[in-house]
């Protein structure tokens, strides 16, 4: 059975960079049929897709983030990573790493396994 | 980006009802159209993906429909444990946006 599960500071301080990394176990990240991915989610609000990483190293972001984001991969941990800088109190979320579906040709399919999820807060 | 859109953003029904929630992008995005359940403190678990099918676990009741620009989330018999915030999310296109929810609260 796949888990996520994710792992990083609860607190970071603003201006700072936040770093999150996922433990991918009971399969390997390496597999031809999905990316890897970061969502986040507000206290109280929806949730905003970040970004995700193929195993490869290839990652797409959302533009909104993008010039401050960065997603990195690890195959011989079986982890990936998120790192988001220049943090404000608005990038106070829980965030969600999770397993995507991809079917190759710029082909996605759905988030279908996610971690527990991990509160980050943005304060000094 | 593709602006998904979820009309409205809360529902009240009752046990046994059905339930239809619906979900709108702002350009076509054929049947790249996922819904999630999520609780409150938990992760969103899939329901139905590619529009209209049923992720594997995911109880018979729960449907998907629609192409193009128009897609729904039926509920045949809401039971207890149905109510819950619903997300679409359209993967046809990054970044895969999510609509805003529509929360399912007991009538």
């Known amino acids: 059975q796949l888990q996520l599960q994710e792992s990083g500071p609860g607190l970071v301080k603003p201006s700072e960079t936040l770093s999150l990394t996922c433990t991918v176990s009971?399969?390997?990240?390496?597999?031809?049929?999905?990316?890897w991915g970061w969502i986040r989610q507000p206290p109280g609000k929806g949730l905003e897709w970040i970004g995700s990483i193929y195993y490869s190293g290839n990652t797409d972001y959302n533009p909104s983030l993008k010039s401050r984001v960065t997603i990195s991969v690890d195959t011989s941990k079986n982890q990936f990573s998120l790192n988001l800088n220049s943090v404000t109190a608005a990038d106070t979320a829980v965030y969600y790493c999770?397993?995507?579906?991809?079917?190759?040709?710029?082909?996605?399919?759905?988030?279908?396994?996610w971690g527990q999820g991990t509160k980050v807060t943005v304060s000094s | 980006d593709i602006q998904m859109t979820q009309p409205p953003s809360s529902l009240s029904a009752s046990v046994g009802d059905r339930v239809t929630i619906t979900c709108r992008a702002s350009?076509?995005?054929?049947?790249?159209l996922n819904w999630y359940q999520q609780k409150p403190g938990k992760a969103p678990n899939l329901l139905i993906y590619a529009a209209s099918h049923l992720q594997s676990g995911v109880p018979s009741r729960f449907s998907g429909s629609g192409s193009g620009t128009d897609f729904t989330l039926t509920i045949s018999s809401l039971q207890p444990e149905d109510f819950a915030t619903y997300y679409c999310q359209q993967t046809y296109s990054a970044p895969h946006t999510f609509g805003q929810g529509t929360k399912l609260e007991i009538k």
């Open positions: 350009q076509s995005i054929s049947t790249y």
């Open positions: 999770a397993r995507q579906g991809y079917y190759g040709s710029g082909s996605w399919g759905a988030l279908d396994i």
């Open positions: 009971g399969g390997s990240i390496s597999s031809s049929s999905y990316y």
